[in-house]
């Protein structure tokens, strides 16, 4: 018998569910424009430049994951493919309404990504296959976005009933595992990399030791595990044959950094342009600081050239600043910046991109406070609640630092954006009736 010396504590009634949403950025897109249903999408990254995210139908036809939009040319007009500029937005905006509509189901809800939630089901006195169908029409019905649901007895399991979803195992977009050993399902399909915890490094790994398949994986006994893999590849065969190890983390993580970069529109060579760019990407990565209440001790301000330009001069360069005290003030974010930003620009220099830093952060109620507060730090939060709130009540712009500039030439491309149906009131859609 497999792992005799574990001492199994698992709860054999605990159950987990994975729901995960269908191809996410190009299911937002159609929210507001269902005539797009069983049409190719592709979605693109900032400045216009590669494609990351693709609808089914886009997959179908061959259009590769990550390729720069010029290379997909061809296959789009071929195949009269949508395209859309990213809306980071709209997609974050439908990812809080999804989320919160988990909630409905269970109290035990951990956001894992912004199109991803582990949700604890062991209380729900329901048929399993019949809850999971629930949520999944729940999600459509309620924000219009598919999903798929996988259940487990352990998150690994509930990852990987989800992984045979998108395999094709299930056809109702649902798939419980209660027990991997026996499962009725043709495991070859399911690759190594496919397994949550594995990824692709992990993988070469575990196939030069000669172990090839799911199966394989799991048919070693205990002693060869320990000897063989770290303690965190344990734990993921371990929750393969249903021992749980992985806890719910419903309070979410910390975040240990804000990073905001982007390509620009066009290459710069004036440094009063890339000011103007780097006041925007700090100002939002101090309100993101402002909003989760931390305060950061470090900053790394970045530069760069387009590589792929080689008739082009190239210059790549980064410096790291600490704080002799942690901040979350904008203004003197941006004026370390600027301080940072004229050692290292280089005239002649054709600039692709630049972007900012914020680490170490830590709680502001973590601070150590000085003896004697100065008056300047308790100006400093009241003028930043101040220009937060007013810019949250009548929208994000409405005041602005000078440095950011007005024309803003510099804006990475975006010709094919969406509305921001779901936070912008000019931008919400219009609805007739005859």
Not at 36 to 45: A, D, F, M, N, R
Not at 95 to 124: C, G, W
Request: with cysteine.
């Amino acid at each position: 018998m497999l792992f005799t010396n574990y001492k199994k504590t698992t709860n054999p009634d605990m159950w987990f569910a994975l729901v995960d949403c269908n191809n996410f950025y190009a299911s937002c897109e159609r929210i507001f424009t269902p005539n797009l249903e069983h049409k190719p999408i592709v979605v693109l990254s900032n400045n216009d430049g590669c494609i990351i995210a693709r609808s089914q139908e886009s997959k179908s036809i061959g259009i590769k994951m990550g390729i720069p939009l010029y290379k997909a040319k061809e296959i789009i007009e071929n195949f009269n493919v949508h395209v859309f500029s990213s809306n980071y937005t709209l997609y974050g905006d439908i990812s809080q309404r999804i989320m919160n509509s988990l909630f409905k189901f269970t109290p035990h809800v951990e956001v894992y990504s912004i199109d991803e939630a582990f949700l604890d089901i062991s209380k729900e006195d329901k048929n399993l296959l019949k809850y999971g169908t629930e949520i999944r029409t729940k999600i459509k019905q309620w924000i219009g976005i598919p999903v798929s649901v996988g259940i487990g007895k352990t998150k690994t399991l509930a990852k990987l009933a989800n992984e045979f979803v998108k395999k094709g195992i299930s056809s109702n977009g649902v798939y419980v595992i209660h027990n991997l050993d026996n499962e009725k399902v043709p495991l070859e399909k399911i690759e190594l990399e496919d397994i949550w915890g594995i990824g692709k490094r992990v993988g070469r790994k575990i196939r030069s030791m000669n172990i090839k398949t799911i199966s394989e994986l799991m048919s070693l006994n205990q002693e060869k595990i320990s000897r063989k893999f770290n303690i965190n590849i344990q734990r993921t065969i371990f929750e393969l044959h249903g021992i749980q190890c992985i806890n719910l983390e419903n309070v979410p993580k910390k975040k240990k950094s804000i990073c905001v970069s982007r390509s620009f529109k066009k290459q710069i060579s004036c440094i009063k342009k890339i000011e103007e760019a780097l006041t925007n990407y700090i100002t939002t990565a101090a309100e993101k600081l402002r909003k989760n209440r931390l305060l950061a001790t470090t900053m790394i301000v970045f530069l760069h050239t387009n590589p792929f330009r080689r008739s082009v001069t190239q210059h790549h360069e980064s410096i790291t600043y600490h704080f002799s005290n942690p901040s979350n003030d904008t203004r003197f974010f941006i004026r370390t910046s600027f301080s940072i930003l004229k050692k290292m620009f280089k005239d002649k220099i054709l600039y692709h991109k630049a972007g900012i830093i914020l680490q170490d952060l830590i709680p502001e109620d973590e601070y150590q406070q000085e003896l004697f507060p100065e008056e300047e730090r308790d100006k400093s939060t009241k003028l930043m609640s101040a220009i937060d709130e007013l810019n949250h009540k009548m929208g994000r712009g409405t005041l602005i630092y000078a440095s950011e500039g007005i024309k803003k030439n510099w804006v990475s491309k975006s010709f094919k954006k969406s509305n921001a149906y779901t936070t912008q009131w000019d931008q919400i859609p219009i609805v007739k009736a005859y």
